[in-house]
């Protein structure tokens, strides 16, 4: 997928997930540090049953765009889902394992995107 397709679907991610109130929004560019994937997109909530509604919305949302997850797991407990999307993986906590497993000082060498202008 060539990158400005797969930065329009970051970009969709990211508004489907404000639109569920998700906190704290964050896009991670690993392209040029690992093989895993090009984007990380973390969000967090404050309650599971919210984790879970904003994982719904990605969901439906990118299954509009005939884009579906490769692998999905963490949505029975809902306190981390992690929606792989290929070249995208999509985090979502709540807030506690959030700071616990905090992805973004794991990946601290990855360049943040700006998402201002989208939300």
């Given amino acids: 997928m060539e990158n400005n397709k797969r930065l ?23 392209s040029d540090i690992s093989s895993i994937c090009d984007y990380f997109v973390i969000a967090g909530a404050s309650s599971a049953r919210q984790v879970k509604s904003i994982s719904d ?44 497993y905090n992805l973004e000082r794991i990946w601290k060498d990855a360049t943040v995107i700006n998402i201002d202008k989208i939300v």
């Fill in 8 to 30: 329009d679907l970051v970009y969709e991610i990211v508004k489907s997930i404000d639109d569920k109130l998700g906190e704290d929004i964050r896009v991670l560019e690993l």
């Fill in 57 to 100: 919305e990605v969901e439906d949302k990118l299954a509009e765009l005939n884009v579906f997850p490769l692998h999905k797991e963490g949505y029975q407990t809902g306190g981390w889902i992690l929606m792989d999307y290929g070249d995208i993986v999509i985090h979502l906590f709540h807030e506690e394992e959030r700071a616990f």
